[in-house]
Each structure stands twice: as C-alpha cells, then as structure tokens.
Nanobody, 122 residues
Framework: QVQVVESGGGLVLTGGSMRLSCVAS????????MGWYRQGPEKQRELVAT???????NYADSVKGRFTITRNNAENTVSLQMDMLKPEDSAVYSC????????????????WGKGTLVTVSS
C-alpha cells in the first residue's frame, strides 16, 4: 500500500504566498514523477507542475514565474511554493506520485492524495 498525503493550504490574500507539501509513504521502492494538479470550482482538474526524479520540471503557463516545485528523493516529498497568488489560483490542490512498489509489482502506478484547499481572497 502507498499513501500520498498533502499538507498546507488555507486562506491567503491576493499577492500572498503559500507552501504546499506532499509525502508518499508505504511500500515504495522508487518514486518516479511527482506533481501537483488543481481543480477549481466548476472546472476540470488541470496540471500545475510536475517534476521528474532527475529534476526535469514542467509548469502550467498560468503559474510560470510564480510557482516553484521542488522535491526530495530521499524523503519522497514534493513541495509547491506559490507566490503572487491570484483569486483564480483558488482550487483544491492534489499531489500525485508515480511509484514503483517494493512488493514486486511489474509496473509503476500513480497514487493521488485527497487534496488540500487553497483559497485566495481579494
């Protein structure tokens, strides 16, 4: 079993900053890609940022220059530093991790956290 748990989130004013963290734990041999996604009210889930195990990063155009994704491979964690927040950044932010299990499963599987709510007030 693998668990993915986010922390952080809450209420912040426009222009403010917030940091989200996520940890993957359980039957893990290796974590490949990790990422953050978000789903705003009445919107589809969208990619925010992803980072490979080697550090290759991809950002959504809407967050480039404002958000920074980092990870710690030894601790199986990924963080999202969000600066210059806007009301349109309000959403439930979810973390995912592509995990190679140490149980002998033949392929990697993607696990999701339950999400954390970020509300940016104007």
């Amino acid at each position: 079993q693998v668990q993915v748990v986010e922390s952080g989130g809450g209420l912040v004013l426009t222009g403010g900053s917030m940091r989200l963290s996520c940890v993957a734990s359980g039957s893990i041999f290796r974590v490949n890609d990790m990422g953050w996604y978000r789903q705003g009210p009445e919107k589809q889930r969208e990619l925010v940022a992803t980072i490979s195990r080697r550090g290759t990063i991809n950002y959504a155009d809407s967050v480039k220059g404002r958000f920074t994704i980092t990870r710690n491979n030894a601790e199986n964690t990924v963080s999202l530093q969000m600066d210059m927040l806007k009301p349109e950044d309000s959403a439930v932010y979810s973390c995912n991790a592509e995990v190679v299990s140490n149980t002998g499963a033949p392929r990697a599987m993607t696990y999701w956290g339950k999400g954390t709510l970020v509300t940016v007030s104007s």
